[in-house]
């Protein structure tokens, strides 16, 4: 599908009621699917990682972004463009380590939780949005950016707030591919 | 201000029900029950219309209590559906709910 590259993506709007009741469908059914919380998490993270493979050439085809040129604007990236561009949020970036390839994002609003309270006694340790670290991580290797991403905190869970860690797992050797 | 407030299922059962504590918390029970009567009374006359929310709050038993009650009573029903988590005729049992309710019961000292 070829589509001139920045257009504008207010003609793609869907309810976002819909959206957030399908992924929340998506959850309760691979819960009834699979009855330990480590086999839902990483079925989300593996359809997390199918969308991501895909999504990152919508992503540079819309996004009119330059090259990044550290992992920090990398996660910079992720967070105010991509972010913004597909959950209408902006999570906030920081550096958790001194070798710089460990970064912070923190949810403040996260859409897909609209309607969970909290999770179900028995589900204590499913990432409801695992598929989120899925797609970020596919989307980084479709960049040659191999990289681990998983929730560090989680409200749902009780934690004070909602933290994805991206970690970064080698330098950059090639410094002409384009990241994302 | 409410001393009772009940979501009733289409089964006639309740999901959620509560009342100020008093002594006589089956009055209010049973009330609820009859009330359920004049529901139905009220939708086999309604026949075929529309049913949008101003025809979901169909009148008061007793002409005092505020339409906004049942507005704020609905919108957080709503809420409880979306929950991917909830099997409709499950038991209501959510703190976001509760406390939209104690915000609406009458207080008793």
């Given at each position: 599908m070829s589509r001139p590259p920045g257009r504008k993506q207010d003609s793609h709007k869907i309810s976002r009621e819909l959206f957030v009741l399908t992924y929340g469908a998506l959850v309760a059914q691979l819960c009834k699917?699979?009855?330990?919380?480590?086999?839902?998490?990483?079925?989300?993270?593996?359809?997390?990682?199918?969308?991501?493979?895909?999504?990152?050439?919508?992503?540079?085809?819309?996004?009119?972004?330059?090259?990044?040129?550290?992992?920090?604007?990398?996660?910079?990236?992720?967070?105010?463009?991509?972010?913004?561009?597909?959950?209408?949020?902006?999570?906030?970036v920081s550096c958790s380590s001194?070798?710089?390839?460990?970064?912070?994002?923190?949810?403040?609003?996260?859409?897909?939780?609209?309607?969970?309270?909290?999770?179900?006694?028995e589900r204590a340790s499913l990432c409801y949005c695992n598929l989120l670290c899925g797609v970020i991580r596919g989307a980084l290797e479709m960049v040659h950016l191999a990289a681990e991403v998983t929730f560090l905190q989680d409200r749902l869970k009780g934690d004070a707030v909602t933290e994805i860690g991206i970690t970064f797992l080698r330098k950059a050797e090639d410094k002409k591919a384009k990241k994302k | 201000m409410a001393v009772c407030i009940a979501v009733i299922a289409k089964e006639n059962y309740p999901l959620y029900i509560r009342s100020v504590p008093t002594e006589n918390e089956l009055k209010f029970h049973y009330t609820v029950h009859t009330s359920l009567d004049v529901v139905d009374e009220k939708i086999s006359a309604m026949g075929k219309a529309m049913v949008d929310q101003r025809e979901l709050y169909l009148g008061l038993l007793y002409p005092t209590e505020d339409y906004k009650m049942f507005r704020k009573l609905h919108n957080s029903y709503t809420d409880i559906m979306c929950n991917p988590f909830y099997n409709p005729g499950d038991r209501i049992h959510s703190r976001a709910f509760d406390n939209m309710v104690n915000s609406m019961m009458m207080q008793v000292c």
């Open positions: 699917d699979y009855e330990k919380d480590e086999d839902v998490n990483s079925c989300l993270d593996k359809m997390g990682y199918g969308i991501g493979i895909r999504l990152i050439d919508d992503f540079l085809a819309h996004s009119d972004v330059k090259r990044c040129r550290s992992y920090s604007e990398t996660a910079d990236m992720i967070a105010q463009v991509a972010f913004k561009m597909y959950l209408g949020v902006t999570p906030s001194a070798a710089g390839n460990e970064f912070s994002l923190i949810l403040d609003k996260n859409p897909l939780v609209d309607f969970v309270e909290e999770l179900p006694v | -």
